[in-house]
């Protein structure tokens, strides 16, 4: 079955550091522009940071210079490193390519807590 897999969540101090890591159960995802999506309760769902197949990034404004996306074809992952966290990066964090067509459905995610 194809799927995606997110981990590396957890209860974080303002300023601190968490690196999220999705699993793809198969390479074909390689192919693809990746995302990383975040979801805050009461909030919709919103795009934070994309890596294309060749490795170009794309970020959120509010996440710009914090978070860092990358991917590891041979392991078929991709990564978000995230810094300086701030209480309003609480969410649920999911992966997916971006492009509609491609996309799985969504997975139960990661969740991050930043708080004091």
């Known amino acids: 079955q194809v799927q995606l897999v997110e981990s590396g969540g957890g209860l974080v101090q303002p300023g601190g550091s968490l690196r999220l890591s999705c699993a793809a159960s198969t390479s074909i995802f390689n192919m693809y522009t990746m995302g990383w999506y975040r979801q805050a309760p009461g909030k919709q769902r919103e795009l934070v940071a994309s890596i294309t197949s060749g490795g170009n990034t794309n970020y959120a404004d509010s996440v710009k210079a914090r978070f860092t996306i990358s991917r590891d074809n041979a392991r078929n992952t991709v990564y978000l490193q995230m810094n300086n966290l701030k209480p309003e990066d609480t969410a649920v964090y999911y992966c997916?390519?971006?492009?509609?067509?491609?996309?799985?459905?969504w997975g139960q995610g990661t969740q991050v807590t930043v708080s004091s």
């Open positions: 997916n390519p971006t492009a509609p067509r491609f996309k799985r459905p």
